[in-house]
């Protein structure tokens, strides 16, 4: 147990809706990493947050937000969902009170748009 | 952006075998990791080595930053080992990694 926690484990929609996905970063890690799993593109970043403020942004579509909020837990919303979106979602975090280290996932979300 | 390669994509071993798993890198990083996806699909970090060698367990790995390489080494296989190992490398101190493809590692009883 990596100490980072994802819900829900499995979600399933149709093409146009939107879903929002939840993750608690481990006690007292700062950072929250969001990164994609999907069979085309492989594990790619998406967006970082850093004690609420957005940090980075990688390969994340504009249909696509996040938050952090004031209690560290983030959100990711995906919005006008697409077939090619179904994916494996990863939410990650730092260990220590930085953003480098090592790198902690969560067990992921397995979105499947239909 | 900087470029991942791991070698081999596809590997079966006998257990008790010992294996050597590959990434080479594009250009010089000051963040490097391995991790273990099993076939439950969770992602489990090994090692977060820029430089230099570890070992934990069965488990080493060496980073060559200079000649932008590192290696995995896996000792003793067990077929829990099974799954596949990503590298994932930053140029940056940060975590916005670039990961590779990834070995998919087999181990037979």
């Known amino acids: 147990d990596s100490g980072v926690t994802q819900t829900p484990k499995h979600l399933i929609t149709a093409t146009g809706q939107r879903v929002t996905l939840r993750c608690s970063p481990r006690?007292?890690?700062?950072?929250v990493y969001w990164y994609q799993q999907s069979l085309d593109q492989g594990l790619q970043f998406l967006i970082q947050y850093y004690n609420g403020e957005e940090r980075a942004k990688g390969n994340i579509l504009e249909r696509f937000s996040a938050q952090q909020f004031p209690d560290l837990h983030s959100e990711l919303n995906l919005s006008s969902l697409e077939l090619g979106d179904s994916a494996l979602y990863f939410c990650?975090?730092?260990?220590?009170?930085?953003?480098?280290?090592?790198?902690?996932f969560g067990e992921g979300s397995r979105l499947t748009v239909l | 952006g900087i470029q991942v390669e791991q070698s081999p994509p596809d590997l079966i071993l006998q257990e008790g075998a010992n294996s050597t798993l590959r990434c080479n890198f594009s250009d010089s990083v000051n963040n490097l990791q391995w991790f273990h996806q099993n076939p439950w699909g969770q992602l489990i970090n090994l090692f977060y080595?820029?430089?230099g060698t570890k070992q934990n367990g069965r488990l080493s790995a060496t980073t060559v930053a200079t000649e932008r390489y590192s290696l995995l080494y896996i000792s003793s296989s067990q077929t829990t080992d099974s799954g596949v190992y990503f590298c994932a490398v930053d140029p940056n101190a940060g975590n916005m990694l670039t990961f590779g493809g990834g070995t998919r590692l087999m181990v037979k009883p």
């Open positions: 080595i820029p430089s």
């Open positions: 006690s007292g890690d700062l950072s």
């Open positions: 990650a975090s730092t260990s220590s009170g930085g953003w480098t280290g090592e790198l902690f």
